[in-house]
């Protein structure tokens, strides 16, 4: 038998989501953690294999989240790609019946959007001109330089009115 590919830090595997990062360690020993990550493994097959039946505008747009012969449920990212699945259910169901040999009484779509990236922080608009004014006289009172020097340099992004 072959020796298990040892996960190393300094490379962690090269494919997108912290499972993947994390899995190769929780799934050495068997038990909980390593059922949760054999199923969950398990769908993304399932949804690879369903996205073969659907539009390909849709890829990347939705998840797959559980499949049996109850119910599949998927999350989309959007309101305007959550209806387009719903109005794909029909196909969804067929589709999941040829994969799996179960169909799914019903077809639940769920939005919730795609966690993005933090978005950048904006630092402070311009200043009426009022507002410059009060910042100069508070920085001509200070008696602390540093504080003087950013009130001067706050005041001084005024916004210029036509």
């Known amino acids: 038998?072959?020796?298990p590919k040892r996960f190393n830090p300094a490379r962690p595997p090269r494919r997108e989501g912290k499972l993947h990062r994390i899995a190769p360690r929780l799934a050495q020993r068997p038990g909980p953690l390593r059922a949760v990550i054999d199923h969950a493994r398990g769908l993304e097959r399932l949804a690879r294999r369903?996205?073969?039946n659907l539009p390909p505008d849709t890829q990347g747009h939705w998840r797959l989240a559980r499949l049996d012969?109850?119910?599949m449920v998927l999350i989309a990212d959007g309101s305007g790609w959550g209806t387009r699945l719903r109005y794909l259910s029909r196909q969804l169901q067929d589709a999941a019946e040829a994969i799996s040999g179960q169909r799914p009484r019903r077809?639940?779509?769920?939005?919730?959007p795609a966690s993005s990236a933090p978005r950048k922080l904006q630092g402070p608009g311009p200043l009426s001109e009022q507002a410059a004014n009060t910042l100069r006289r508070a920085a001509a009172?200070?008696?602390?330089?540093?504080l003087r020097e950013a009130l001067e340099r706050l005041a001084s992004r005024r916004r210029d009115e036509d």
Do not use: G, N
Request: zero cysteines; proline letters at 5%; glycine letters at 0%.
């Open 1 to 3: 038998m072959s020796d």
């Open 50 to 52: 369903l996205q073969r």
């Open 69 to 71: 012969e109850e119910e």
């Open 107 to 112: 077809v639940t779509v769920r939005v919730a």
């Open 141 to 146: 009172t200070s008696s602390d330089p540093a």
